[in-house]
């Protein structure tokens, strides 16, 4: 079983519209987790962390559901700029000494 | 600020050679890492250090080694280069505290290709 497991997609979805995106990791002893994006050719870039809670910044929203290893990305109102591929990350209970593990992410591509 | 910074940008290699690649962290971070991301796949973890001493390594072989100097600084070495070896090389740094909540910064990455 991978560790983090992503939807690869393409997720083809239409400017404005709502769109979510799901991962799943196998660590239960995971201590933090977030989204990264990641553009054509560029490093990835911190999108959001995700905390238990749940939270939202701006038209992003993470959550996490610990019971289930499940952590969730919903963006409203899509914007050609969201096109992108979108990094599910998850960091080991060792802290940094684990390392980050990604998924292989989920590509979406925003239409016109 | 500046933010993490590698060099070189591109490389191309032949097969057997050696390779060096180097950070250098956001100022005042401690913590370098460094990823391999081949393409198509998520970046996969090489080593962490902190303090200039290893902290942790990923399942990468003895080619791969890794060093990092007083002012923070890291350089990546590969031996031996394989095919296999051609991909995105990034470095990524973290503040001393707060590491595990607040993510981590990546530079724009060495794409090395291996011929």
């Known amino acids: 079983r991978k560790e983090v497991e992503q939807d690869p997609g393409p997720f083809n979805v239409p400017e404005g519209a709502t769109v979510a995106f799901n991962c799943t990791y196998s660590n239960s002893a995971s201590q933090s987790f977030f989204w990264y994006r990641q553009d054509c050719r560029k490093e990835p870039k911190l999108l959001m962390s995700?905390?238990?809670s749940g939270n939202e910044d701006g038209r992003f929203t993470a959550q996490l559901n610990r019971a289930s290893q499940y952590i969730s990305l919903l963006i409203r109102d899509s914007k050609l700029s969201d096109s992108a591929t979108y990094l599910c990350?998850?960091?080991?209970?060792?802290?940094?000494?684990?390392?980050?593990?990604f998924g292989k992410g989920t590509h979406l591509i925003i239409q016109p | 600020d500046a933010g993490v910074t590698q060099s070189p940008t591109h490389l191309i290699k032949t097969r057997g050679q050696h390779v060096t690649l180097r950070c250098s962290p956001i100022s005042g971070h401690k913590s370098v890492s460094w990823y391999q991301q081949v393409l198509g796949q998520g970046p996969q973890f090489i080593f962490q250090?902190?303090?200039?001493?290893?902290?942790g390594r990923g399942n990468f072989p003895d080619r791969f080694s890794a060093r990092q100097f007083p002012n923070y600084s890291s350089e990546l070495n590969v031996n031996a280069l394989l095919l296999g070896d051609s991909a995105l090389y990034l470095c990524?740094?973290?503040?001393?505290?707060?590491?595990?909540?607040?993510?981590?910064?990546f530079g724009s990455g060495t794409r090395l290709t291996v011929v």
């Open positions: 250090y902190y303090e200039k001493e290893e902290r």
């Open positions: 995700v905390y238990s």
């Open positions: 990350v998850v960091n080991g209970p060792g802290g940094g000494a684990d390392g980050l593990t």
């Open positions: 990524a740094s973290s503040p001393p505290t707060g590491e595990l909540y607040y993510g981590y910064t």
